[in-house]
């Protein structure tokens, strides 16, 4: 069981190793009781390969031994009708490539990406900022401005206001 929901973990990372997922949503993916998981995540939590930042019904994790999303590598096998010269060569992406990409499928409207944006954004202002208050703030925004906001929140050092306080201001002034 720990395996499976550190896959899952795993796969909601966002690219700093953290994870944002209501508990019906994740209970409803592993297809485990919510004591299951709990003691998963205590195991995880020993075994130190998480952090739980915020417990469930909201569960906000950092994954300790996180190095990042990098480009996805393809190995085939070549085949031996086509000529070495007529095959794709699959060349390694850098992450900042990806994320490019990944935004401009964001801002084509790709299904579901809002979302994943919109649990990025909670994961870094953390538990107080409100989910309903976020959506709406970030509604017709630009995917790549509200990611530009969101690295000078996790670039800042010393901050007097609260992170969601200061993501709102550079929303406004950046606009």
Not at 43 to 50: N, S
Not at 96 to 119: F, M
């Amino acid at each position: 069981m720990r395996i499976e929901l550190l896959g899952a973990l795993r796969n909601r990372a966002n690219y700093h190793g953290l994870v944002n997922v209501r508990e019906e949503r994740l209970l409803g993916a592993l297809k485990m009781t919510r004591e299951e998981v709990v003691a998963s995540l205590d195991a995880l939590v020993q075994a130190r390969l998480i952090d739980v930042i915020s417990p469930l019904p909201f569960l906000v994790v950092k994954m300790l031994k996180w190095s990042g999303r990098g480009a996805t590598r393809s190995i085939e096998a070549p085949d031996s009708a086509v000529s070495r010269s007529d095959a794709h060569n699959s060349v390694p992406v850098s992450s900042n490539a990806a994320a490019a990409a990944a935004l401009s499928k964001q801002a084509d409207g790709g299904a579901g990406e809002g979302e994943v944006l919109l649990d990025d954004v909670l994961a870094v202002l953390g538990p107080s900022a409100s989910r309903r208050e976020f959506r709406r703030i970030l509604a017709g925004r630009d995917a790549g401005l509200i990611r530009r906001c969101l690295r000078r929140v996790q670039d800042t050092q010393a901050i007097r206001v609260s992170k969601a306080a200061l993501f709102r201001s550079l929303l406004t002034k950046l606009s």
